[in-house]
């Protein structure tokens, strides 16, 4: 007789399980969990992994997910860099020379930063500040399906880059405001994967969409806003940063 029960209990717990709600943090699927490999060998929108992915930097502390998140979005456009020391006559961008060589308004100073973090707008204007084209989207003016589809756009598209910020809360994690990039969706399932850069913390995720839009969609209390997104793209008429020069060949 209990043979003849269990698998109606097992379809019992099974219906109970994809009718109960879970959390987007339940949800989550680590990028290197066999199931996230196959959801990015599966994407069709992955232009922006492979560049940002051979970028990837671990923040330098607590409060700057948003520079290390700019530094590897500099890097993987490829933008003029300064020299850095040590290095000889190698050129890229760091956390530290991300605030150098910048024009234009609202560009935190690095001693803020490493105190609060950045906040979306302060984000854009770092990076505007080197000449790149930034398109600033707050959570609360974009609907669902718009984000879907800039979603399938941008990370199909090599040549910009998507950066989002974000409560860690609304996904089940532990923290609050964080930023980091996106690197591709998966239509079928209607995930995005986000590369943390807060490594120490958690891994690179993918995440349903419409969980990261309702994290994007909370305020962030220092600038008073909803938080949101940055698209990034290279400016076809910027010209190099002043005492910048493309990166040497192999030597």
Same mark, same amino acid.
């Given at each position: 007789?209990? $043979?003849?029960?269990?698998?109606? %209990?097992?379809?019992?717990?099974?219906?109970?399980?994809?009718?109960?709600?879970?959390?987007?943090?339940?949800?989550?699927? =680590? +990028?290197?969990?066999?199931?996230?490999?196959?959801?990015?060998?599966?994407?069709?929108? $992955?232009?922006?992994?492979?560049?940002?992915?051979?970028?990837?930097?671990?923040?330098? *502390?607590?409060?700057?997910?948003?520079?290390?998140?700019?530094?590897?979005?500099? *890097?993987?456009?490829?933008?003029?860099?300064?020299?850095?020391?040590?290095?000889?006559?190698? &050129?890229?961008?760091?956390?530290? *020379?991300?605030?150098?060589?910048?024009?234009?308004?609202?560009?935190?100073?690095?001693?803020?930063?490493? &105190?609060?973090?950045?906040?979306?707008?302060?984000?854009?204007?770092? /990076?505007?500040?080197?000449?790149?084209?930034?398109?600033?989207?707050?959570?609360? %003016?974009?609907? /669902?399906?718009?984000? &879907?589809?800039?979603?399938?756009?941008? /990370? %199909?598209?090599?040549?910009?880059?998507?950066?989002?910020?974000?409560? &860690?809360?609304?996904?089940?994690?532990?923290?609050?405001?964080?930023?980091?990039? +996106?690197?591709?969706?998966?239509? =079928?399932?209607?995930?995005? +994967?986000?590369?943390?850069?807060?490594?120490?913390?958690?891994?690179?995720?993918?995440? =349903?969409?419409?969980?990261?839009?309702?994290?994007?969609?909370?305020?962030?209390?220092?600038?008073?806003?909803?938080?949101?997104?940055?698209?990034? $793209?290279?400016?076809?008429?910027?010209?190099?940063?002043?005492? *910048?020069?493309?990166?040497?060949?192999?030597?």
């Amino acid at each position: 007789m209990a $043979r003849s029960r269990l698998p109606f %209990a097992g379809l019992v717990l099974l219906s109970l399980a994809l009718t109960a709600p879970a959390s987007a943090g339940s949800l989550a699927i =680590p +990028l290197t969990d066999p199931a996230g490999m196959e959801l990015l060998v599966g994407s069709r929108e $992955r232009a922006d992994y492979g560049p940002l992915a051979e970028q990837f930097l671990t923040q330098a *502390n607590l409060a700057y997910c948003g520079v290390a998140s700019a530094v590897m979005v500099l *890097n993987s456009l490829g933008v003029p860099a300064p020299a850095v020391a040590g290095y000889g006559p190698y &050129r890229f961008w760091t956390q530290e *020379n991300v605030f150098e060589a910048t024009a234009g308004a609202g560009i935190p100073r690095p001693e803020v930063v490493r &105190r609060q973090g950045m906040t979306l707008d302060e984000l854009a204007a770092l /990076l505007a500040g080197h000449g790149l084209t930034v398109e600033t989207i707050h959570g609360d %003016a974009i609907s /669902l399906e718009a984000f &879907r589809g800039l979603l399938r756009r941008s /990370l %199909a598209e090599p040549g910009d880059r998507l950066l989002v910020n974000y409560d &860690r809360r609304s996904l089940g994690q532990a923290g609050g405001g964080h930023i980091s990039p +996106l690197a591709a969706y998966h239509a =079928p399932s209607d995930r995005v +994967l986000i590369l943390d850069v807060a490594r120490y913390r958690y891994p690179s995720l993918w995440v =349903p969409a419409a969980s990261l839009w309702q994290a994007m969609r909370t305020i962030d209390t220092t600038s008073g806003r909803a938080r949101g997104l940055v698209r990034v $793209r290279q400016s076809p008429t910027a010209p190099p940063s002043p005492g *910048n020069a493309p990166p040497p060949g192999p030597n």
